[in-house]
């Protein structure tokens, strides 16, 4: 890297831990506004998606003693809900720094990375999590410096980090020690709240304002097929290297016509899209979308290595797994040690494999038994009142 570059990096950084000591130190003598709740997404606050924006949604629509703010870097998102009257501040402005100084609870489905985290010294920090992992949490190498480490433990600790289960804390506990990083020990430095993801309360009933952040025409075409087709949806997870389109879409699409269904496709967002969109079965969803308020149309998850797996099921319908490049996984990112057990159902190693999988699911009715053991395991808490348990968690403590 060109030293100039380092150097800048090391001064930025250098800046930012004075002034989360200074907010740290502001935060004690005069303390946080309790009526204000600061929220971002684990994107890079360039979507409004995940469990962050189901639970901000759920203060905004239910509670008026408390003023919710969304951070974002989108100005499209920003205007989006500012049209609905949805209060929110985009980032590394002046405004949404002095937010972040005064609010007392701040919400994240990621890291700090999405938001000031350096005015959050002194704020309670209520960890939503993505995920479920199945694979492994963190492959970033471990900071050589000691004080780096510290830092890393010490600025990025959680006060709360909502569960599903005991399980899935067994399962968390686990990942973290599995993964044997700086990166990922926060997960383990704050209270274990079962409360189900936030998220998942979509998948029970409507909620004002969740389509804020979908595109109309792909809700709109997913409804109307809904009518008249079987609903396949595709949601592959992130990798490392280069990667393929994983389908011939001519004769995917012609099973898909065969099979009366359709196929959402949704790429990873931070891999690049390369798929045909000029395919008449075939609909790519942008990258960017939030998936939820449409997951629910789909008839069966398509996915790889993924968590989504363990949201989906709660909707009892089936799930393939596609896992044609298992092997190189392993070798590059690595999957929890759990895998083979958690993962159940149909799997599919090889693009004829997948096609034979889609045929057959279709006659099933009802959720894979074994898929349905997972979600009692894993998820049991998620009950279409993820957010407001959240809620009751972190203000009667």
Not at 198 to 215: A, Y
Not at 312 to 331: C, S
Not at 332 to 356: Q, W, Y
Not at 359 to 373: A, C, F, R, Y
């Amino acid at each position: 890297m060109d030293p100039n570059k380092i150097l800048m990096n090391k001064l930025i950084i250098t800046g930012q831990l004075i002034l989360y000591i200074m907010s740290t130190i502001v935060t004690t003598i005069f303390g946080r506004r309790s009526d204000l709740w600061i929220f971002a997404n684990h994107s890079g606050g360039n979507e409004f998606s995940d469990n962050s924006k189901y639970m901000y949604l759920h203060i905004h629509n239910t509670k008026d003693n408390i003023y919710p703010i969304w951070i974002t870097r989108n100005q499209k998102i920003k205007d989006s809900l500012d049209s609905r009257g949805l209060q929110s501040e985009m980032l590394y402005t002046l405004r949404s720094f002095y937010y972040t100084l005064r609010a007392e609870k701040v919400f994240i489905s990621g890291t700090l990375k999405s938001m000031n985290w350096a005015a959050t010294g002194g704020a309670e920090i209520v960890q939503l999590r993505h995920g479920v992992p199945l694979k492994q949490l963190d492959n970033k190498p471990n900071p050589s410096s000691i004080l780096s480490r510290y830092l890393i433990r010490t600025i990025e600790s959680y006060d709360y980090i909502c569960t599903n289960s005991k399980q899935d804390e067994v399962h968390l506990k686990r990942s973290v020690s599995q993964a044997n990083n700086v990166h990922v020990d926060r997960l383990m430095s704050g209270e274990y709240i079962r409360t189900g993801f936030p998220r998942n309360d979509r998948l029970v009933e409507d909620i004002p304002h969740s389509d804020i952040g979908v595109e109309e025409n792909i809700k709109e075409i997913t409804e109307c097929e809904k009518d008249i087709h079987n609903v396949f949806v595709y949601l592959p997870t992130f990798r490392e290297y280069e990667n393929d389109n994983p389908f011939n879409m001519d004769v995917l699409n012609s099973k898909l016509n065969e099979l009366d269904s359709i196929l959402l496709v949704k790429p990873h967002r931070f891999m690049q899209d390369k798929y045909d969109t000029n395919h008449s079965n075939i609909v790519v969803v942008p990258s960017h979308m939030d998936i939820y308020p449409i997951i629910e149309e789909a008839d069966c998850l398509i996915t790889d290595y993924s968590s989504i797996y363990f949201d989906y099921i709660l909707t009892d319908n089936p799930v393939i797994f596609y896992h044609y490049d298992i092997k190189k996984y392993r070798e590059n990112r690595g999957l929890h040690d759990d895998f083979d057990e958690i993962v159940t159902g149909p799997v599919a190693e090889s693009f004829e494999d997948l096609l034979f999988s889609m045929e057959h699911i279709l006659d099933v009715d009802g959720p894979l038994e074994e898929q349905s053991h997972i979600k009692r395991k894993y998820m049991h808490c998620n009950n279409g009142r993820s957010s407001q348990k959240v809620f009751e968690r972190i203000t009667t403590d």
